[in-house]
């Protein structure tokens, strides 16, 4: 961090890692300007950066607040490339990077990064319950919600920082090497940000860049189409499988979860049946990361047969009248959905729709028939939702403008039995500032639901 002193570094976004990252590169000598759009009375942070001594711009990019003299651009993941003060710092080939790499510069502790399209709260979630579970010392950040500087920062060799990264934070990324680099599954996703699915996945493929045979990667053998990528790479390569066995890493044989270390030995850790994690493949990609990072098989086992989910994950949330609702707002896309669509046994009851992103949801069709009784759909996709239903044969088709309507809806659709299935298939923004925002309005709709008919 010595190579900072001095140096003159513009952050821009005053969200967490903005905040955080000023500070420490304040402590480690830089001289920090931090620049938000956002006016001063929404940019909480800015009086304790400015009492530290840190330069706060808020409301405006300034025409001069990139110029040659300026060593490195640390960004909020979120904002684009396109953005004017990124683009002049590309122009002037000055470094731009994320918090996550200077997390990585400083961090002591060795890190498990875990990354993918879906399904990577619930595997960090699950790797941190496990390595407790365990004895292992082990601090959870990123995407998750903890800033990885901070963490890495205080956490020590003998330690883990496990982080959920997203392909946002990885873009922005340079030398970052993590010890154990997990990839999930890659489907089409934030094109609006990366602009192609190539340019997504070479942000998803950053977490294995400088990866050396000392390393590991942990990826999944179930997207063919990705093989030749991961054949790239320098790490050792560990695979997680629903259905193929591997050599080495964990697949299903006879309804067991099976561990295979590549050497010849394969050890059964858990049935498939007695874990209570929504999607398997989350399942057996946490017990893959665990194993290698020294977790116990008992470990492994006792928290995949007593998880209780993460919020707006395939959350429970109540049964009404014999009628179970779920919570799956972080479904943003069509391959989460088809995910949640698939976890559910009983008829269901669905709730979808949200921002337009120009997809056309016909991949859904086949998960829809069979499955779904009933669907109830809002926000700016809802006619295209309804229309693949009606594709898929379904008769009780309702367009709703309301989280709220489609809750009373939904229970006016169920019978005793059946699963009330909010899974936008969608992100949120056209109506909501996030999908936990969306996905705390549901479940408030079903606790009013309930208490209305106590």
Excluded at 249 to 267: F, L, P, Q, S, W
Aim: include cysteine; proline fraction near 4%; hydrophobic fraction near 45%.
């Amino acid at each position: 961090m010595n190579d900072y002193r001095d140096q003159h570094v513009v952050v821009l976004g005053m969200a967490k890692s903005g905040v955080a990252v000023a500070k420490l590169l304040h402590r480690f000598g830089a001289h920090v300007v931090v620049n938000d759009q956002k006016p001063r009375e929404e940019a909480s942070g800015a009086d304790e950066l400015e009492a530290l001594g840190i330069t706060v711009i808020c409301g405006y990019h300034p025409d001069d607040l990139i110029h040659p003299g300026v060593s490195l651009v640390v960004k909020n993941p979120g904002i684009p490339y396109e953005a004017a003060p990124v683009a002049k710092a590309m122009g002037l080939g000055i470094p731009i990077i994320t918090e996550v790499e200077l997390a990585y510069q400083i961090a002591k502790a060795p890190i498990i990064g875990i990354t993918g399209s879906n399904g990577k709260t619930t595997t960090t979630t699950l790797v941190g319950l496990i390595m407790k579970e365990a004895g292992l010392e082990a601090m959870i950040g990123g995407n998750i919600g903890t800033v990885l500087c901070g963490l890495a920062e205080t956490a020590t060799a003998d330690q883990w920082l496990v982080a959920e990264l997203s392909s946002f934070q990885l873009a922005g990324t340079a030398s970052f090497r993590p010890r154990i680099g997990v990839l999930m599954n890659l489907y089409p996703a934030h094109l609006d940000y990366h602009h192609s699915i190539d340019a997504y996945l070479e942000a998803k493929m950053n977490m294995f860049a400088n990866q050396t045979a000392d390393d590991i990667a942990i990826l999944p053998l179930d997207q063919p189409e990705l093989l030749p990528r991961f054949a790239e790479l320098a790490a050792r390569k560990f695979y997680f499988s629903k259905h193929q066995q591997v050599e080495q890493g964990t697949y299903i044989h006879n309804g067991m979860i099976v561990y295979a270390d590549g050497k010849g030995n394969r050890e059964e850790i858990v049935a498939v049946g007695e874990i209570t994690v929504p999607h398997v493949d989350n399942a057996l990609a946490a017990a893959l990361i665990t194993i290698l990072a020294g977790a116990d098989k008992q470990s492994v086992a006792r928290v995949l047969t007593t998880f209780s989910g993460v919020e707006h994950r395939m959350e429970y949330v109540a049964s009404i009248d014999g009628v179970k609702y779920f919570n799956d707002s972080k479904a943003t896309n069509p391959e989460a959905a088809s995910r949640a669509l698939q976890a559910c046994k009983e008829p269901i009851v669905w709730i979808c729709g949200g921002l337009d992103r120009g997809v056309d949801f016909k991949e859904l069709i086949p998960f829809i028939q069979g499955r779904v009784k009933a669907v109830v759909a809002l926000g700016q996709t809802a006619e295209i939702l309804l229309k693949r239903a009606e594709e898929a044969g379904i008769k009780e088709r309702i367009h709703v403008d309301t989280v709220e309507k489609a809750v009373l809806t939904a229970s006016q659709l169920a019978n005793s039995g059946d699963v009330v299935l909010l899974s936008p298939a969608c992100a949120s923004w056209d109506m909501f500032p996030s999908f936990e925002a969306r996905g705390s309005m549901f479940k408030d709709g079903v606790h009013r639901l309930k208490t209305s008919l106590a």
